[in-house]
């Protein structure tokens, strides 16, 4: 009788952390859409969404995502190299003294509670000219309340480490992820140029000349600068998209402050500041 062998055991892990991923992406990326609609002031029920286009939105979201965690992994490998892989608690204990230390870093979290509460009100009172450090406020006053709330040794106690980190860190992956979607809704929204010209089929003076906002499965999200509307076009109805092409290479800071440049590759060397010569 031939048994059955068993995969590996790191295989089935991997398989499992691909399925956690990639429900975790789907949700990221519904909230995500959400966000943006709000700043448009739509919603889902308004929009012929599909599952395909929350993926799709993943690649707009994701590569931000993965910078920042390189970011934070480069942070937290220099900041464990200067403090010789010590803990937070050993750095406390090991400090000449440990009470005072402990009472210097309560002083900067608390801090920085008050001024999240601060900025908090202040948008509440005052409105959106307090909302850039608005997502920092709500992360800093849910990890504030996070932590009083779990505080009792009794609950430390009978929650599971799992259920500590998902109370901590889901909630304020939610609300920048949330403030990542309207910040790019109202991004795209300032915008005082087009930067489309769309061709519609039927007559041909029938083009737009807009600003696509998103592109989905069934159709195209269309806002003209100037105009206080959004348009949704469906794909049957669209000959032609031109995008402008307005990005220059980067040709370093020399070029950029001081004017000067290398040549072009066709010889002739050319200047931030050159104006085109008339005819």
């Known amino acids: 009788?031939?048994?059955t062998q068993k995969l590996p055991t790191w295989i089935d892990s991997l398989g499992k952390a691909v399925g956690v991923i990639a429900a975790a992406s789907l949700a990221s990326s519904i909230v995500y859409d959400w966000g943006f609609y709000y700043a448009l002031d739509l919603s889902f029920s308004e929009l012929p969404t599909s599952l395909a286009d929350h993926i799709r939105s993943s690649l707009v979201w994701a590569p931000v995502v993965a910078f920042t965690a390189f970011l934070v992994t480069i942070y937290e490998l220099l900041t464990s190299r200067i403090k010789d892989g010590m803990t937070l608690k050993e750095i406390i204990e090991s400090s000449p003294d440990p009470e005072r230390a402990?009472?210097?870093?309560l002083r900067l979290l608390k801090f920085m509670t008050i001024m999240a509460v601060v900025i908090l009100f202040s948008y509440i009172l005052f409105g959106e000219r307090f909302s850039i450090g608005l997502p920092l406020a709500l992360i800093l006053v849910w990890v504030s309340f996070c932590s009083?709330?779990?505080?009792h040794p009794r609950i430390l106690e009978r929650r599971p480490p799992a259920l500590f980190f998902m109370m901590y860190w889901i909630p304020p992956f939610i609300i920048w992820m949330?403030?990542?979607g309207y910040s790019d809704a109202r991004r795209q929204i300032k915008e005082e140029q087009p930067r489309h010209i769309v061709c519609l089929k039927g007559a041909p003076q029938a083009v737009l000349r807009t600003n696509v906002v998103r592109s989905l499965e069934r159709g195209v999200l269309v806002k003209t600068p100037g105009e206080k509307n959004t348009m949704f076009l469906a794909w049957?109805?669209?000959?032609t998209i031109q995008a402008k092409y307005e990005r220059e290479p980067f040709r370093g800071i020399l070029c950029h402050w001081f004017n000067l440049c290398f040549p072009e590759p066709d010889g002739k060397l050319k200047s931030e500041s050159a104006v085109p010569k008339k005819n």
């Open 178 to 180: 949330a403030f990542a």
């Open 1 to 3: 009788m031939v048994e």
């Open 148 to 151: 009083w709330a779990n505080r």
């Open 102 to 105: 402990l009472k210097r870093r």
């Open 236 to 239: 049957p109805s669209i000959q």
